[in-house]
């Protein structure tokens, strides 16, 4: 919603120059921001091989003014917000959970559940509209003799039913196959969600009573949770790096609220990492759990996974108790993989192909 601290983290998490200011839809157009992604074992490698060039793992965070009630039907910037959601892979819904006068709702007082609710509402409003035309084209080309399209618009009413219960689609249990036909529709709420619950200071470690009223409303959910808070997230954004962890020290944190954002963003979308290393460059990769090894080496070349012949692999854990890759190949710490080898998080890994 407007004023929870959208803009403010994402400046925090971007360096960006978002708008952030103390009125609703003082974000119009999306920004978008690419970020490193924190690894420390990224860090361990770098140490250990001393290369040319370190190229960290990116995620994009888009953001989008924020919504109100009525949104589906246009109130607001709701149209606008809808459409620039419509391609991202996940929603990471920012609620506010600090009490402060000074900082207007748009609602008049501070509930998260409520905000929560609002914008679930107005998601499955607009996912109803959604199903509810493709129903209709499928409808059409039934009548044109097509039979096929009898199944899709069955999955699609039982969709239609869910939403139409106030229920969000992630949480309609449907086969994979049948998942198909909301494909090309990307519905709003078949995204998986990230609660950020923005409290102020004193409340960073253990919460409040706001956080805990969200956490008890999303427990069905299979979301994730993260307590931050967007103010000092920009304050540690201004400091030099080297700064950094004194702040945070004081602050009796041992990490930043925005690394522990995107390590839920990595959980929530079932990502993990592999590195390549070596003098000229060490990399980290981001590619989904079970992935395998040629699907792992199309993420840095589509050629890479046409021509697989196998790759080479060292357990990190490995990598960090030798050394070094010579003398992880000496102790027999290096494998070699075909095609059905499933990429482990932390892998570090070298490919052989054809081209």
């Given amino acids: 919603m407007p004023n929870v601290g959208k803009s403010t983290l994402f400046n925090a998490l971007s360096s960006g120059?978002?708008?952030?200011?103390?009125?609703?839809?003082?974000?119009?157009?999306?920004?978008?921001?690419?970020?490193?992604?924190?690894?420390?074992?990224m860090n361990k490698l770098v140490e250990l091989v001393n290369p040319i060039n370190v190229v960290f793992a990116t995620m994009e965070f888009v953001d989008i003014a924020g919504l109100v009630k009525g949104a589906s039907k246009g109130e607001g910037l709701g149209n606008q917000f809808l459409a620039n959601i419509r391609n991202t892979q996940a929603i990471i819904h920012v609620v506010r959970c600090f009490d402060d006068d000074n900082v207007v709702h748009v609602d008049g007082s501070v509930?998260?559940?409520?905000?929560?609710?609002?914008i679930d509402i107005e998601l499955q409003l607009k996912d109803i509209e959604s199903v509810e035309k493709k129903i209709d084209r499928l409808i059409r080309l039934t009548k044109g003799g097509d039979k096929d399209p009898l199944k899709g618009i069955e999955v699609l009413k039982v969709y239609l039913k869910h939403l139409e219960s106030g229920q969000s689609?992630?949480?309609?249990?449907?086969?994979?196959?049948?998942?198909?036909?909301?494909?090309?529709?990307?519905?709003?709420?078949?995204?998986?969600?990230?609660?950020?619950?923005?409290?102020?200071?004193?409340?960073?470690?253990?919460?409040?009573?706001?956080?805990d009223a969200l956490k008890e409303a999303v427990k069905n959910e299979n979301a994730e949770?993260?307590?931050?808070?967007?103010?000092?997230?920009?304050?540690?954004?201004?400091?030099?790096?080297?700064?950094?962890?004194?702040?945070?020290?004081?602050?009796?944190?041992?990490?930043?609220?925005?690394?522990?954002?995107?390590?839920?963003?990595?959980?929530?979308?079932?990502?993990?990492?592999?590195?390549?290393?070596?003098?000229?460059?060490?990399?980290?990769?981001?590619?989904?759990k079970s992935t395998k090894a040629p699907g792992a080496a199309g993420v840095i070349h589509t050629d890479f996974e046409k021509g697989f012949i196998r790759a080479e692999v060292i357990h990190y854990a490995d990598y960090v108790k030798?050394?070094?890759?010579?003398?992880?190949?000496?102790a027999g710490k290096m494998s070699v993989e075909g095609k059905e080898y499933v990429v482990e998080d932390g892998d570090v890994m070298h490919f052989r192909f054809n081209v």
Wanted: with cysteine; proline share 3%; glycine share 4%.
């Fill in 225 to 288: 949770v993260v307590i931050i808070s967007a103010a000092i997230e920009a304050e540690i954004a201004q400091l030099e790096i080297e700064d950094r962890k004194s702040f945070l020290d004081d602050l009796g944190l041992e990490e930043s609220g925005l690394t522990r954002l995107i390590r839920s963003g990595y959980k929530l979308l079932d990502l993990i990492t592999y590195f390549t290393s070596g003098v000229k460059e060490v990399r980290s990769w981001t590619i989904t």
């Fill in 322 to 330: 030798y050394e070094s890759e010579a003398a992880c190949k000496e």
């Fill in 111 to 118: 509930n998260p559940v409520r905000d929560k609710e609002i």
């Fill in 17 to 41: 120059k978002a708008e952030a200011a103390n009125f609703p839809f003082c974000t119009i157009d999306p920004n978008v921001g690419v970020v490193n992604v924190p690894d420390s074992r």
């Fill in 169 to 211: 689609a992630r949480s309609c249990e449907m086969a994979d196959d049948d998942k198909k036909w909301i494909e090309d529709i990307s519905l709003l709420t078949a995204k998986p969600v990230l609660y950020a619950c923005n409290v102020d200071e004193k409340s960073i470690h253990t919460g409040n009573k706001h956080v």
